[in-house]
């Protein structure tokens, strides 16, 4: 009998989910995994696949059904996969963690109070990661659960990067950057030492390049800073979400166009980013295979901001030794690669053009003055190792 951890991890639309069997006293071993799409339509769909891929269960809703109901079979359905396997505890990425909680932390209901009061900060993910957890709490309180918070890798970053440069009591009510994809660059750091162990007393910049985007600046495998701030709408562009906004444009909105609040909000999450610029597609995959200009001129504003910003984390750095390419974007689109990495060639950067089509882990040229990798994340071994963790390792079975 082994004992096993299903993580959950919360985005706009979706929940992704995976389940892990402790293999050892230190190592996870993937079980299952799978997704609830369109979670607040009138058609949810759970769906999971074994380590393999093969199809494990399929269910689709013909009706709206509340968190209580998905969740409830999602449980149920991992149960049933384990047979004599007992799950011991569930691991939620969350996304904002605010000033106080930059470690993982077994959920109480007082938390959960606490990271409600962050949901203004964090509108596409909090309130997907906290209802969820409700809803076990309820039903399950006897299962141990632990959030895991995106900002926590970056609570290493010194405190003027973090500093907005505003009257102090905005710093003193936690107006300051956090940053976010912190589980996704501490599992790459811990991947770095792994694959190139010469890199990890180095310099380096992560490229978290999916539906959100950022850039984490690591010396020693510690974040010194990062693309996003006190929400993660700033930094790069993204999938619907602006990046980097002179401030005086919600103002403009707000003033000239006579917007609200929330109907700026809508704007600058859900209509900016690849799908405002483009009109088209939010979906990387949807705008390289269009010929529309607007699709072009998306990509074009995707690919100067994350070359302008490595210039500016080089910098905080004092030099770059190695950059790395993840997520969805930064680890299958060898166009988005090669054209970021010909914007620093100033830098050092060379890739090996044949590695980078093919998709490989080691993309630099030997010329390469900077190493270059592309490096497939896993946010969900990171928040099951921290479950464990913060759990405890359950008692071996007599
Ligand atoms: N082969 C590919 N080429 C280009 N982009 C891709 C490819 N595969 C996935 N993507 C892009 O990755 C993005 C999603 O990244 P992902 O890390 O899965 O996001 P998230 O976890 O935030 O939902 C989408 O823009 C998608 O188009
Ligand atoms: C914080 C964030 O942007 O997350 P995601 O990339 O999952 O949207
Ligand atoms: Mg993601």
Redesign the pocket.
């Known amino acids: 009998m082994a004992d096993a951890v299903l993580t959950l991890?919360a985005?706009?639309s979706s929940i992704k989910f995976s389940l892990f069997r402790l293999a050892d006293s230190e190592n996870f071993e993937l079980f299952a995994k799978g997704e609830i799409e369109e979670i607040e339509s009138n058609a949810p769909h759970l769906f999971s696949v074994d380590a393999k891929g093969a199809p494990l269960s399929d269910r689709k809703w013909d009706r709206a059904a509340g968190f209580d109901e998905l969740l409830g079979a999602l449980i149920e359905r991992a149960e049933t996969h384990l047979g004599q396997d007992k799950l011991f505890a569930i691991g939620h990425r969350v996304?904002h963690g605010g000033p106080k909680h930059y470690r993982p932390e077994r959920v109480t209901p007082e938390l959960l109070d606490e990271l409600d009061k962050l949901t203004p900060l964090?509108p596409?993910?909090e309130p997907h990661s906290l209802a969820p957890i409700r809803a076990i709490l309820a039903a399950r309180p006897e299962l141990p659960q632990v959030a895991c918070f995106?900002t926590a890798f970056h609570h290493t970053v010194p405190m003027v990067a973090k500093r907005f440069a505003l009257p102090p009591e905005y710093e003193a009510e936690g107006v300051r950057r956090y940053g976010?994809?912190g589980l996704s660059y501490e599992y790459i750091a811990g991947r770095i030492s792994v694959l190139a162990p010469h890199l990890a007393a180095g310099r380096v910049i992560a490229a978290?390049l999916?539906?959100?985007?950022?850039l984490c600046a690591m010396k020693a495998g510690r974040s010194v800073e990062m693309t996003?701030g006190f929400t993660?709408l700033d930094g790069l562009v993204?999938g619907t979400?602006c990046g980097a906004l002179d401030p005086g444009v919600i103002l403009y909105m707000g003033q000239q166009r006579g917007l609200n609040p929330k109907q700026i909000e809508d704007i600058l999450y859900r209509r900016s980013g690849l799908l405002g610029v483009s009109g088209i597609s939010s979906d990387m995959r949807t705008l390289e295979a269009s010929d529309d200009p607007r699709a072009k001129e998306a990509i074009d504003l995707f690919v100067y901001r994350i070359v302008r910003e490595i210039g500016a984390l080089t910098s905080s750095l004092g030099g770059l030794d190695g950059l790395i390419f993840t997520?969805g974007i930064g680890e299958h689109s060898p166009q988005i690669r090669a054209r970021v990495c010909a914007g620093v060639e100033w830098l050092g950067v060379k890739l090996d053009l044949e590695a980078n089509h093919r998709n490989a882990i080691h993309i630099g040229d030997k010329q390469s003055r900077v190493a270059v990798w592309a490096i497939p994340t896993d946010e969900e071994v990171m928040i099951a190792r921290h479950t464990r963790d913060t759990v405890g390792a359950p008692a071996p079975a007599l």
């Open positions: 991890n985005g706009s996304v964090a596409l993910h995106d976010f994809h978290h999916g539906n959100g985007a950022s996003t993660a993204m979400r997520a």
